[in-house]
């Protein structure tokens, strides 16, 4: 095994003639090693295995353990930029803003109202929609409320295909995350959303119009239970896996080995893909004389009792900032 | 004085006449000069041509112009301190030596990562992903360089402070008094500087006085100077004018530099001064010396070595791995970067530092001085000692060895605190023979020394005189009130030519009137004075039996290495010396002759008590004792013999030749395990000849060696590939004291020269503290392979992380922070506390380590710690904690691969977990830096385990206990320190890490546990089948 310090002994100790010995090891005494170390390494994946095994038992299948870090849900606006929560655009520049209508069709289109009624329930309004398990029987898979794109009105898209962008009166859609079993609001008060330009922008934020109105979130699509209670069925189209979920062409591999497996545990067929039909509710802002050629920064805030103000330092629990900055000269 | 010896002989520096080069020549060639002999040969000239030599007047002196004109050409005399290092050359060797050099790459490396992608942060053009990593690593690579520089530079500060501390110790050695000098010039004494004397001058000396230069002696009054410190030879020798051999060094007509005058006066004319001295010469030779790395330092290189081959192994492999994954270029390049950086073990310099200075202050409390921090292993791997002989081994200080009287030979008690046998004190004989040893002495103790116990106190006068003062002072009470008893009438003091000294005293009994006449000497000359002999008190004729008896007597005691003396005495009779006779002792008017012999003293200089037992146990350590001195070969073997360096039953060839009754030459000197060689033979053999020695005798004594023989035997041995230590005190051994791979010097006795070039200094003198040092030094090298092995295992899980982020894009279970709290926060006490182990078994019963072969880091060390204790029990312990947190926060495994590119996307705020929730950035994070904490905390339990394991290499921990009050410390100490950065408020803020839920602590347990099984296992092979397969591929 040991070098004896020579220098000169380096080839000799890469490959020793006299004693056949390959980097100070025979044949068999290198077998021997990697032998060892093959059944050590299979036999502590192994046991790895069965330790991660017996936690994924103790797991529960519609709610993870701990909620904690997600009391205050995050918020999230569209259509999203890239990277940064800046929509700038310039009115006489068609691109700049066309690209932001197509964004917001895209993400509106599982809220067509074909779509809903198709999947979802027509739900009484202003009182959560539960659904609870009588006992150790799940009452599964559970349905979810119509959330109507025409509940946005001017900000739907329907009848404005521009979302009010080319004229300077963009909108912007404003979603606060799932969270399971979260009902949020109290005594049948339901959460809304507030703007605000942020202190020294106050006087150019101008008028702003909430659909639906008084920018709120109506308390039928609360609770949510999570993705594999509201799983309704699994769809042929590949288009959808891209549903929400913004995925890396490397990845799509992987993440269609994914659906196919969670397909395969509801019985369907592994060609078809998983569906949620749970339809988060959306709050849309639309700015009606927002000064232009100006940054204007926004602050959308949730305003609902029970819900803790988040940490100052995630800017997204409970609420979102972003800049808006329309270019007419 | 000087009896009893004739075997002056100092053959090793010899004379050459042609080189006389007083002005030192610079370069190589200069330093093979200073290794051959001294050229000094005005101890051959006349006083006359000396005086014309350095135009000087015998009378006058030199006068000042003169003299000043010599100072200025020959410079101040004084020796050339040895070129000191300046502090910040020091310091900077501190900071940039050894292991630090593996941190500052790392560190350079951190910078440069940082540095590419901070140049690149700004290219419109790069990818999303990458904007993600940079960020990720960007702040990871500061972070580590940042932490990695304070890391080398708090270190080096510290193992500079401490350093400086011993250095501050050694500065209070030298002796900050100015030397005085008494010199004559333009006819007129004077006392100036020794620094001012030059060349030529005339200059004064007298008992207790230092000899300021080299001088040749032109006049003399029972001078004796003590050269021990130079030649190794325990009796003062006297000085006279004449010339009385070749060799300088053995002459008695010059009295050396920095050498003490003991007693008497003389009066020479200086003839070298300063660098051109002996000493000096010794001195330059010393400084001038280049000394090799210690062991170590080696091992520590090796180690590096191995650490960069894994690291760079690694971060290639990941290199190309992900070069193959698709990644860019340059972020290939930071991974490379960041895996050769993330493995440095950045806690273990300073781990490694903390445990040598413990061990060096845990040496200091039994004194021993360690000057030179890495020489505190070196200690433990020393296969050689070579050991000076006079105040090393022994107790530099004459004393009474035997008696012989009544026709038999009587042990005296050398030890030093008279523990040792007595003898029968009732003989009338003894009595006598007290009285003369009393009376004709002239050493007397000096004044204010009452409360000290008789052997420690100072005594004015010869060495064999005190010796056989504190004798008789220890045996028959004071001296003083004897010698008043007996008032002294008369005196011849010792000449060499008498070769007795006698005197004359009146009796105890005042009414007897008769004088008494007490004579020592050498034992024939006293023999010659005697007719009777003194027999259980009866005075006999000394006839043929007595005096065959005598010589038996005097050949054994001589053959001891003793210094034997002989005492007579006879009662004058009363008519022909009545009351009040003038005894002349110019024209001896009265008996010497018909004297009444009364017995022998014999005297050595004993060896110390502690010494013997040392040497055997440095003998069953594996470690070959040597005595390398510059004193006679009969007394060195003698008191070899008496320490064991020479072990019972043990023969040189001369003794085999002495009992087969066969000419040396007929001896095959294979037969002999012992060998006392003298320093003339030395002279005449060859390299292979002088290897051949050292190879195959076991038990080996050098005798009338030279500093420059003694230098030569240290390289000798160390070419034979041994790790030598040399321990000595005096400036002759000091050349081999620097060359050796530790020199130890004596705080005491040593003299400065031999304190600067040591590396430790024993500062009770005691040779026994070797023994301890060995022990000591064997011991840390033991239990830094532990801290190492320790310390190694929590290096690679630190990795793992980072590559499986690499390869299946998942979250960062392991950051940079987290690491950092391992290796320089909860890591370093358990690491450190493992030097306080104790010892698996008895090292003092193995052999020393083979430097070539016993390593402190080997691959069995790596591929233990590496491939199997982190694998079990570290990575999978802190993944599945990770595994744990994420999945009960609702991000399964299935979900998490691959998922890292969203996870990291600061703008990514609803990300969706396997229950379909979605998460802000700044939630996941959290979590992330909870799973970070986990894996922390797994670690922390992990090295529970670890620690535990680590404590031994062979033994159970069943067997070895948990005696170790520091590890138990250090185990609580890391578990509070991993429960405060967890839970204390404000951490999630400082350094990102949150609370746990306390069944997350548990996750590692069932690895914890498994580790801790498997290494017992693992040890239980071990001890079962001693040399098996499991010992040979795990024992590190």
Known sequence: MSKDGEKSGWKEYIWNPRTREFMGRTASSWGLILLFYVVFYIFLAGLFALTMYVMLQT?????????????????VI?????????????????????????????????????????????????????????????????????????????????????????????????????????????????????????????????????????????????????????????????????????????????????????????????????????????????????????????????????????SERDKFAGRVSFKLRINTK | MGYGRSDSYRVATTQDKDDRSPK???????????????????????????????????????????????????????????????????????????????????????????????????????????????????????????????????????SYFQEAKSSKIMESFKNM?????????????????????????????????????????????????????LTGESEPQSRSPDCTHDNPLETRNIAFFSTNCVEGTARGIVICTGDNTVMGRIATLTSGLETGKTPIAKEIEHFIHIITGVAVFLGLTFFILAIVLGYSWLEAVIFLIGIIVAN???????????CLTLTAKRMAKKNCLVKNLEAVETLGSTSTICSDKTGTLTQNRMTVAHMWFDNQIHEADTTEDQSGASFDKSSITWISLARVAALCNRAQFKAGQDQLPILKRDVAGDASESALLKCIELSCGSVRAMRDRNKKVAEIPFNSTNKYQLSVHETEDLNDNRYLLVMK???????????????????????????????????????????????????????????????????VNFQTKDLCFVGLMSMIDPPRAAVPDAVGKCRSAGIKVIMVTGDHPITAKAIAKGVGIISEGNET??????????????????DAKACVCHGTDLKDLSQDQMDDILRNHTEIVFARTSPQQKLIIVEGCQRLGAIVAVTGDGVNDSPALKKADIGVAMGISGSDVSKQAADMILLDDNFASIVTGVEEGRLIFDNLKKSIAYTLTSNIPEITPFLLFIIVNIPLPLGTITILCIDLGTDMVPAISLAYEAAESDIMKRQPRNPFRDKLVNERLISIAYGQIVTAGFALGGFFAYFVILAENGFLPTTLVGIRLNWDDRSCNDLEDTYGQQWTYEQRKIVEFTCHTAFFVSIVVVQWADVIICKTRRNSVFQQGMRNKILIFGL?????????????????????????????????????????????????????????????????
């Not at chain 1, 739907?156 to 979260?182: A, E, F, H, T």
């Not at chain 2, 790459?105 to 990593?133: K, N, V």
């Open chain 1, 59 to 75: 797991l529960d299948d519609y709610k993870p353990t701990w909620q904690d870090r997600l009391a205050t849900p995050g918020m």
């Open chain 1, 78 to 310: 569209r259509p999203k930029s890239d990277e940064t929560y800046e929509i700038v655009y310039d009115t006489r520049n068609t691109e700049t803003w066309d690209l932001y209508a197509q964004a917001l069709d895209k993400f509106l289109t599982p809220y067509n109202n074909s779509l809903q009624t198709e999947k979802n329930k027509e739900c009484t309004p202003d009182e959560y929609f539960l659904q609870e398990d009588t006992g150790d029987v799940k009452n599964n898979p559970k349905r979810s409320c119509q959330f109507n794109r025409t509940i946005l009105e001017a900000c739907s898209g329907i009848n404005d295909r521009y979302y009010g962008y080319q004229i300077g009166q963009p909108c912007i859609i404003i979603k606060l995350n799932r969270v399971i079993g979260m009902l949020p609001g109290k005594d049948g008060q339901a959460p809304f959303v507030t703007c605000a330009a942020k202190r020294e922008d106050t006087d150019k934020i101008g008028e702003m119009v909430y659909f639906p109105p008084n920018g709120i979130f109506n308390l039928m699509y609360y609770p949510y239970y999570g993705k594999k209670a509201q799983v309704r069925f699994c769809i042929k189209s590949i288009a959808n896996i891209v549903y929400n979920n913004r995925v890396a062409n490397t990845h799509i591999a992987i993440q269609f080995v994914k659906y196919r497996t969670q397909c395969r545990l509801l019985k369907m067929s592994w060609a078809m893909f998983l569906q949620v039909n749970y339809s988060q509710p959306l709050v849309a802002v639309k700015f009606l004389n927002i000064t232009t050629n100006e940054d204007v920064n926004i602050e959308c805030r949730i305003n609902a009792t029970n819900i803790p103000i988040g």
């Open chain 2, 24 to 158: 030192k020549k610079k370069g190589a060639k200069d330093m093979d000069d200073l290794k051959k002999e001294v050229p000094i040969t005005e101890h051959k000239m006349s006083i006359e041509e000396v005086c014309r030599k350095y135009q000087t007047d015998i009378v006058q002196g030199l006068t000042n112009a003169k003299a000043a004109e010599y100072l200025i050409r020959d410079g101040p005399n004084a020796l050339t301190p040895p070129p000191t290092t300046p502090e910040w050359v020091k310091f900077c060797r501190q900071l940039f030596g050894g292991f630090s050099v593996l941190l500052w790459t790392g560190a350079i490396l951190c910078f440069l990562a940082y540095a590419i992608q901070a140049a690149t942060e700004d290219d419109p053009s790069r990818s999303a992903r990458s904007h993600m990593f940079d960020r990720l690593s960007l702040c990871l690579q500061l972070y580590l360089g940042i932490v990695l520089t304070a890391v080398v530079v708090i270190t080096g500060c510290f």
């Open chain 2, 177 to 229: 008094v100015p030397q005085q000098a008494l010199v004559i010039r333009e006819g007129e004494k004077v006392q100036i500087n020794a620094e001012e004397v030059v060349g030529g001058d005339l200059v004064e000396v007298k008992g207790g006085d230092r000899i300021p230069a080299d001088i040749r002696v032109v006049s003399a009054h029972g001078c004796k100077v003590d050269n021990s410190s």
């Open chain 2, 344 to 354: 440095v073990p950045e806690g273990l310099l300073a781990t490694v530092t903390v």
């Open chain 2, 521 to 587: 000497g050498a034992p024939e000359r006293v023999l010659e004075c005697c007719s009777t002999i003194l027999v259980q008190g009866k005075e006999q004729p000394l006839d043929e039996e007595l005096k065959e008896a005598f010589q038996n007597a005097y050949m054994e005691l001589g053959g001891l290495g003793e210094r034997v003396l002989g005492f007579c005495h006879v009662l004058l009779p009363e008519d022909q010396y009545p009351k009040g006779f003038a005894f002349d002792t110019d024209d």
């Open chain 2, 653 to 670: 060839v001369e003794d085999i030749a002495a009992r087969l009754n066969i000419p040396v030459s007929q001896v095959n000197p294979r």
């Open chain 2, 972 to 1036: 609580f100490e890391e578990t509070a320190l991993a429960a405060f950065l967890s839970y204390c408020p404000g951490m999630d803020v400082a350094l990102r890490m949150y609370p746990l839920k306390p069944s997350w602590w548990f996750c590692a347990f069932p690895y914890s546990f498994l580790i801790f099984v498997y290494d017992e296992v693992r040890k239980l092979l071990i001890r079962r089948n001693p040399g098996g397969w499991v010992e040979r591929e795990t024992y590190y």
